[in-house]
C-alpha cells in the first residue's frame, strides 16, 4: 500500500457526462500529480500541484481541470467526455521536504466511457 | 522533452531464469525511478536511483547517469513477477517535478 488512496476505482459513464475523480495523497506530501495511461498513448503527465498551487501542466486537455485543496487532497474534473477518454487515471504523491521527488501511486480510477 | 526508451518491449521467462531490463534516457536527469505494473494495473515502486546501484531482493537496479542508462535486474524470476516494468524519469524545470515514462517491458514468468 503506497498511501495514496484514489476514489472511485471504477467509473462508467456516458459521453457528453462530467466527472470527478477524488485523490488523497500520502501523511505529509504536499505534492500530487495526474497522469493517464491509455492504449495508445502510455502513461501520459496531466498535471502537479504543490500545495494547492498549480506548478506544471503536460498533455492535460482543456476539457480537464483539477485543483488541490487546503487538506491537500486533490480533484481532476474530466468533462464534455469522449470515448478516447477511457483509461486508468493515476494519482501521485511527493514529499520534497525529503530531498527527493521520489513519487508514490494510488491504486487509479479506470474510467470507461460508452 | 526527454526521451524514454525501454528494452525489450516484451520478454518471456520460464520461472528461475534471469533478466536484464534496460532503460535508455535521451539527456541528463535529475531522477529515476523503475515501477512494476502488476496484473490488476497498480503500479509497485520498485526504485528510486538517479545513480549508482541498488538492491532489494532478487531485484537490483544500476544507473549510469553519465551514460543517460540503467538496468533492472531480475534474478531467480517467479510467476509473480509477471507484469509490465515502467522506468520513468525527472528533469527539473523550473517548479516541474513531472515524471516521462518509458513505454515498458512486457514480462511474462511461465511456470
Known amino acids: 500500500d503506497s498511501g495514496v488512496t484514489q476514489t472511485p476505482k471504477h467509473l462508467i459513464t456516458a459521453t457528453g457526462q462530467r466527472v470527478t475523480l477524488r485523490c488523497s495523497p500520502r501523511?505529509?506530501?504536499?505534492?500530487v500529480y495526474w497522469y493517464q495511461q491509455s492504449l495508445d498513448q502510455g502513461l501520459q503527465f496531466l498535471i502537479q500541484y504543490y500545495n494547492g498551487e498549480e506548478r506544471a501542466k503536460g498533455n492535460i486537455l482543456e476539457r480537464f481541470s483539477a485543483q488541490q485543496f487546503p487538506d491537500l487532497h486533490s480533484e481532476l474534473n474530466l468533462s464534455s467526455l469522449e470515448l478516447g477518454d477511457s483509461a486508468l487515471y493515476f494519482c501521485?504523491?511527493?514529499?520534497?521536504?525529503?530531498?527527493?521527488?521520489?513519487?508514490?501511486f494510488g491504486p487509479g480510477t479506470r474510467l470507461t466511457v460508452l | 522533452g526527454i526521451q524514454v526508451e525501454q528494452s525489450p518491449p516484451d520478454l518471456i521467462l520460464q520461472e528461475g531464469a534471469n533478466s536484464t531490463l534496460r532503460c535508455n534516457f535521451s539527456?541528463?536527469?535529475?531522477?529515476l525511478q523503475w515501477f512494476h505494473q502488476n496484473p490488476w494495473g497498480q503500479l509497485i515502486n520498485l526504485f528510486y536511483?538517479?545513480?549508482g546501484t541498488k538492491q532489494n531482493g532478487r531485484l537490483s537496479a544500476t544507473t549510469v547517469a553519465t551514460e543517460r542508462y540503467s538496468l533492472l535486474y531480475i534474478s531467480s524470476s517467479q510467476t509473480t513477477d509477471s507484469g509490465v516494468y515502467f522506468c520513468?524519469?525527472?528533469?527539473?524545470?523550473?517548479?516541474?517535478?513531472?515524471?516521462?515514462f518509458g513505454s515498458g517491458t512486457q514480462l511474462t514468468v511461465l511456470p
Open positions: 539527456d541528463s536527469v535529475n531522477n
Open positions: 536511483i538517479p545513480s
Open positions: 501521485a504523491s511527493s514529499d520534497r521536504q525529503r530531498g527527493d521527488y521520489e513519487q508514490f
Open positions: 520513468a524519469v525527472i528533469l527539473f524545470s523550473g517548479s516541474a517535478r513531472q515524471l516521462t
Open positions: 501523511s505529509g506530501d504536499l505534492s
